[in-house]
């Protein structure tokens, strides 16, 4: 199982920018995707996730101004991210708990992650 996640960059604060995180490879269910995030010298952090029924959970620093979606024919998650501010500058990391075959066990597959700097 592989995910490729896609979409950060540079923006001004203020700003705007959508993370697409596929999924992809021996996939018979996934259960939770989330995004993760880790900023120079700090901890990985949680910034969202979402089971696949569509429940989503935020960080507080998130609430209100990032959106966490998925598709779940296309293996996909994605996360809307708006009024961008510098604290928010970090490597984004998505990730899936993955189940490949029927009755088998989850295992939680990561990202190669992706860079989102926001600028003052």
């Known amino acids: 199982v592989q995910l490729q996640a896609s979409g950060g960059g540079l923006v001004q604060a203020g700003g705007s920018l959508r993370l697409s995180c596929a999924a992809s490879?021996?996939?018979?269910?996934?259960?939770?995707m989330g995004w993760f995030r880790q900023a120079p010298g700090q901890e990985r952090e949680l910034v969202a996730r979402?089971?696949?029924?569509?429940?989503?959970n935020y960080v507080d620093s998130v609430k209100g101004r990032f959106t966490i979606s998925r598709d779940n024919a296309k293996n996909m998650v994605y996360l809307q991210m708006n009024s961008l501010t510098p604290e928010d500058t970090a490597v984004y990391y998505c990730?899936?708990?993955?189940?490949?075959?029927?009755?088998?066990?989850?295992?939680?597959?990561w990202g190669q992650g992706t860079q989102v700097t926001v600028s003052s």
């Open positions: 990730n899936a708990d993955v189940q490949s075959r029927a009755s088998g066990p989850f295992f939680r597959y």
């Open positions: 490879g021996s996939i018979f269910s996934i259960n939770v």
């Open positions: 979402i089971i696949s029924g569509g429940s989503a």
